[in-house]
């Protein structure tokens, strides 16, 4: 079996389902990766985040490599064995976190010189170095190295990163073809930068696609700028990237943002929104998000969603839960997470099949009629 292998199934409008094949599994497009940024799927059995239609889960480069350490993780037998997980991994390239660390780093042609949160220990982070921790890991699809900007920069400091970014891309691209043995396992995907800007963005597109990736990821967006911009940036990103290839929209988001990027060409999403959302009470449903706090909850014997199939919604009533989660029970957390998981892989396998189906367009408007209703 090939390492990696893209094909499209079909295609309805600018929106496309199909099939990633890796050595470790399948993964159905359009498709959602739970984050598991410290080894871990919050509040999650990796059994159970299976369970509920994930087909790969993302890893955190940044957190791992500080703890418990990418070396320790690869005498341990890999990220995979590590977490239980037999299924594709995609690792982020530690960019975005180191980047947000804006009092703590500095970054230079070289990389990116950073302290711990944990511990104020010094490190540093370069494409080569990002390159060999996610190969420690056993990462499936590796992302290249790159830094995200505030979309609210100067245009000129916006190309000059974006510029920076294509350099580190290829010498991501040098860096994880020298470790040959995790090369000839793994995908290595680009990303695309340049914020808002049209032009930008197709510079940098041109640069990927001349370096070749297996993937493409839109980065620099879900950063601030509000559903409307990253939409109208959506409108044209996609579109510049190669077609043939999958495109991974990195962080991203609200059900009612999944449902528009794959209406403009995204096959990938990641986000923590589902699993943190539900960690703090908010479940999301096919009628709009809830609040399970809210004291019209206390004696109220539905379940979260009556249109979901989740093991949460066949068994406990939104009255327990919102006794579970007033008093602060780990239970709480553990089951909500578990129904925002499934309903976000219920609402990727719908687009799935709405797409294969040729009705993508009165699914979309079906969907947002509902969740936009309150």
């Not at 839960?321 to 602060?328: D, F, M, N, Q, T």
Request: with cysteine.
């Amino acid at each position: 079996m090939t390492r990696f292998a893209f094909s499209i199934h079909a295609r309805d409008g600018k929106a496309r389902t199909g099939k990633i094949a890796m050595l470790r599994g399948d993964i159905r497009t359009p498709a959602f990766m739970p984050v598991g940024t410290a080894a871990t799927v919050k509040a999650m059995k990796v059994e159970d985040v299976r369970a509920t239609g994930a087909d790969i889960i993302l890893g955190n480069t940044y957190h791992l490599m500080l703890r418990p350490g990418a070396e320790r993780v690869a005498r341990l037998g890999g990220l995979h064995k590590f977490m239980g997980w037999d299924r594709p991994i995609l690792t982020d390239s530690g960019g975005y976190q180191v980047m947000s660390l804006s009092d703590l780093r500095k970054i230079t042609e070289e990389g990116v010189s950073f302290r711990s949160h944990l511990d104020g220990s010094k490190h540093m982070l370069t494409p080569e170095r990002s390159m060999e921790i996610q190969r420690l890991l056993g990462s499936d699809i590796v992302m290249a190295f790159d830094e995200c900007p505030r979309a609210d920069q100067p245009r000129d400091i916006i190309a000059q990163s974006m510029e920076m970014s294509m350099r580190w891309a290829q010498r991501s691209r040098e860096g994880f073809d020298s470790g040959e043995d995790h090369a000839s396992r793994a995908a290595l995907f680009g990303i695309q930068q340049g914020a808002l800007d049209e032009d930008l963005r197709g510079i940098s597109a041109q640069k990927l696609a001349e370096i070749g990736f297996d993937g493409y990821a839109i980065g620099g967006l879900a950063v601030g700028e509000g559903q409307e911009a990253m939409f109208a940036t959506l409108d044209f990103a996609p579109d510049q990237l190669p077609d043939d290839r999958p495109r991974y929209l990195m962080g991203v988001g609200k059900p009612d943002d999944l449902v528009g990027a794959v209406e403009r060409g995204v096959d990938m999403f990641d986000c923590v929104l589902p699993s943190r959302s539900g960690r703090n009470g908010q479940a999301f449903t096919w009628n709009g998000p809830l609040n399970i706090r809210n004291a019209k909850f206390a004696e109220d014997t539905d379940p979260l969603d009556d249109r979901c199939s989740c093991s949460t919604c066949g068994k406990y009533s939104r009255a327990y839960l919102h006794h579970l989660v007033r008093a602060g029970e780990i239970l709480g957390a553990m089951l909500m997470t578990e129904h925002n998981l499934s309903f976000y892989q219920q609402l990727m396998q719908g687009m799935r099949d709405a797409i294969g189906a040729g009705r993508f367009a009165s699914f979309a408007t079906d969907f947002r009629r509902d969740y936009l209703s309150k």
